[in-house]
C-alpha cells in the first residue's frame, strides 16, 4: 500500500505541473472574465434528463413498434424526492429522446413507486380490445400514511393498461392485484414473460431478499420462491430487481440472472447494483457456484462505480434483435437530491447491451454502449503508440469536444506500474482516474473535478474498482457527456460511472506516467453529433434559475 500511496502522490504532482504548464491561462485579465459553468449548463447533450423536477428509477421500459418506451419515478412539483409519478419518454434509437405527458398520476391507494410493463400479445389479461394490443404495466402503490404510521404493509403490487402502446394508461379496479402479506419494503416489480417455463415471472424486492411470482393473465399471482438471505450484498435495502435468461457467449449454454440494487450498500457507498447469475426451474433461483455465499465485499456488480442505480432491461426486444438491452439512473442517493442542477435533478446512464460470458469458472455479466451512438460519431482523431513520459497530453478542445466526446484506447504489455489519465479544465479542476497493475485496482479521485461543497459525501473520498480481467493487454471505452464519464473496460467486464460538475468544459484529456513510462499503442476519438431537441435546445437552457 505504501508503494501505491507513493505511486498516487507521484501522479498528482505530475498533474498539478502539467496544469500549470501554460501561464497565460492564468492572467488575472482571463480569470475576471471565465464564466463559471451552473445549472443548465450542466444539461447533458445526449443523456435522457426531464425537462424540469426530480427524477429517479428507469420503469416499465418496453419497445413496440419501432419506439423505445422509457419511463421514470418523476416528481412534476420540486427538484427534489416527492410523490412519485411515472414521467414518460420516447424514443427511436435508446439516445436521443422525447419527453412525453405524465403516464401515471397517484391516486387515493398511494405514489406510484418503481415497476415494469409487458406487451400482452396474446391478450391473456383479457385488455385487449378490437384489435388492440395491450401494453400492461405492473407497479407498486405506496401508501405514505400507512409508512408514517410505522404499519408493514404500506405497499402492494398494481397493475395498469393501455391500447395506445403506452401513450395514455387506465388502472385495473380490481388493484392491488398482489396485496402486502405484512412484509416492510415490499416493492418494484419485474416482469417477464418466461417462454421456457410458459409463465408471466415477477421478481419483487424486500429489505433482504427477492420473491417470486407466477401468473397466467397478469391479474392473479402466486408466489413461487425466495432468494437472498445471506447472499450478496446486504449493507442495505434490496431493491429494483430483475430476473432473465441468457445465453453464455460462445456456447449452448443457458443460465439466468438477477440484478438486484441495494441502497445503501453499494461497493463505493450509497447505492450500487449486483448481480447473480445461476438456474432457473420455473419455480426458484440457484446461484452458481462462487455466487452462493454472502461475502466480505461481494465482487459481482453491473457498474462499480458511484452513480449508476436501479437499472432494469427493456422487454418485448424482438427475436431478431436478440441484444439484452439496460439503463439506469446516473445518480446516488448520497448526495442526488443536493446536486447543483437546481431546474431539473438527475440523468439516465447511455443504454447498455448486456452479455454473458463464462472466464476462469466465473459467469461475468458484461456491458458495452449500444452499437446506435455509433451512428452519432462525427469528427474522428486516430492517433498510434503513443509514449507517456511525465504527462502527455493526446487530446484538447481543438481535436474533440470533451462534452460529447466517445474515446477508446488500448494499453498492451502491462507493467506492474500505475497507469493515469485525467480530464482536465482551464480552472486547473481535473478528474482522474489511475489503475495500479500491481493491485489490479482503478483508483477515481473526483476531488478536485469542480463543484462539490454541495456534498460531503460527494468528493471526499476516492472510489475504486477491481480489474476482473486477467488479460495483460487493456481496452477501455469512455463516453464523457458534460457531467459524467461512463467507462467500460476490457470489454465491459469492468464498468464504472462518475459523475462530476466542473467549472468549465473539460477542454484536455492527458495520460501521466507513475513511475515507469509507458506506451499507448492506440487511440480513437469521436466528436458526437446531435440534433438540436427539446433537451438540448438553447431553449431549454434560457430558463435557468
Not at 36 to 41: A, C, H, L, P, S
Not at 122 to 131: D, H, M, V, Y
Not at 151 to 177: F, H, R
Not at 453 to 477: H, L, Q, V, W, Y
Request: charged share 25%.
Amino acid at each position: 500500500m505504501k508503494r501505491l500511496f507513493e505511486v498516487i502522490c507521484l501522479s498528482f504532482l505530475v498533474a498539478a505541473i502539467a496544469s500549470c504548464k501554460n501561464d497565460s491561462k492564468n492572467d488575472e485579465k482571463e480569470v475576471a472574465e471565465v464564466q463559471i459553468q451552473k445549472n443548465e449548463d450542466f444539461r447533458p447533450n445526449f443523456h435522457f434528463t426531464p425537462k424540469k423536477n426530480w427524477m429517479n428509477d428507469p420503469n416499465g421500459m418496453f419497445y413496440l413498434d419501432g419506439t423505445y418506451h422509457l419511463y421514470f419515478q418523476y416528481y412534476p412539483e420540486d427538484n427534489v424526492w416527492g410523490p412519485m409519478h411515472w414521467g414518460h419518454a420516447t424514443s427511436k434509437d435508446m439516445i436521443t429522446w422525447e419527453e412525453q405527458p405524465i403516464a401515471l398520476f397517484p391516486d387515493e391507494k398511494g405514489y406510484i413507486f418503481s415497476g415494469s410493463a409487458v406487451v400482452d400479445e396474446k391478450n391473456t389479461s383479457g385488455f385487449g380490445e378490437e384489435g388492440k394490443t395491450p401494453v400492461v404495466a405492473i407497479f407498486t402503490y405506496h401508501e405514505p400514511k400507512a409508512a408514517e404510521e410505522g404499519k408493514k404493509d404500506y405497499q402492494s403490487q398494481a397493475i395498469a393498461y393501455s391500447l395506445d402502446e403506452g401513450q395514455t394508461w387506465t388502472k385495473y379496479e380490481g388493484n392491488p392485484v398482489i396485496p402486502n402479506p405484512g412484509i416492510e419494503n415490499f416493492r418494484d416489480p419485474k416482469v417477464i414473460w418466461d417462454d421456457i417455463n410458459k409463465q408471466w415471472l415477477m421478481a419483487l424486492a424486500t429489505t433482504e431478499k427477492a420473491l417470486f411470482y407466477t401468473s397466467q393473465n397478469l391479474k392473479d399471482w402466486k408466489k413461487l420462491s425466495e432468494f437472498g438471505e445471506k447472499t450478496g450484498a446486504h449493507d442495505g435495502v434490496w431493491e429494483c430487481p430483475d430476473i432473465f435468461p441468457m445465453q453464455v457467449e460462445g456456447s449452448d449454454e443457458q443460465k439466468w440472472v438477477l440484478i438486484q440494487s441495494l441502497n445503501p450498500g453499494g461497493y463505493n457507498g450509497g447505492s450500487g447494483t449486483q448481480y447473480f447469475v445461476g438456474d432457473f426451474d420455473g419455480k426458484k433461483f440457484v446461484p452458481a457456484k462462487g455466487m452462493e455465499a454472502l461475502e466480505e465485499k461481494h465482487p459481482f456488480w453491473i457498474d462499480f462505480g458511484r452513480d449508476n442505480y436501479a437499472g432494469v432491461t427493456w422487454s418485448n426486444i424482438p427475436d431478431e434483435d436478440g441484444r439484452k438491452l439496460f439503463l439506469g439512473w446516473m445518480s446516488n442517493w448520497l448526495y442526488a437530491q443536493e446536486v447543483p442542477t437546481t431546474t431539473w435533478r438527475s440523468a439516465m446512464t447511455i443504454s447498455r447491451e448486456l452479455k454473458l460470458i463464462k472466464e476462469d469458472g466465473n459467469y461475468l455479466l458484461t456491458s458495452e454502449p449500444v452499437e446506435e451512438l455509433k451512428k452519432y460519431r462525427g469528427k474522428k482523431l486516430q492517433k498510434k503508440d503513443i509514449k507517456v513520459s511525465g504527462n502527455k497530453v493526446v487530446l484538447n478542445a481543438d481535436d474533440i469536444d470533451l462534452a460529447r466526446a466517445e474515446i477508446r484506447f488500448s494499453i498492451n504489455d502491462l507493467k506492474e506500474t500505475t497507469y493515469n489519465f485525467r480530464l482536465s479544465n482551464d480552472m486547473g479542476e481535473e478528474f482522474i482516474i489511475s489503475y495500479d497493475h500491481a493491485q489490479k485496482e482503478f483508483i477515481m479521485n473526483r476531488s478536485h473535478a469542480g463543484k462539490n461543497d454541495f456534498s460531503e459525501k460527494f468528493g471526499t473520498e476516492n472510489s475504486t474498482a477491481p480489474r476482473i480481467s486477467n488479460s495483460n493487454s487493456m481496452n477501455a471505452i469512455l463516453i464523457i457527456d458534460k457531467t459524467s464519464i461512463e467507462m467500460f473496460f476490457d470489454d465491459g467486464k469492468t464498468v464504472i460511472t462518475e459523475i462530476f460538475f466542473p467549472s468549465q468544459p473539460w477542454n484536455e484529456f492527458c495520460f501521466t506516467a507513475g513511475l515507469e513510462d509507458f506506451t499507448v499503442d492506440s487511440l480513437e476519438a469521436y466528436e458526437l453529433e446531435f440534433p438540436k431537441t427539446d433537451q438540448n435546445s438553447e431553449e431549454a437552457s434560457s430558463d435557468n434559475i
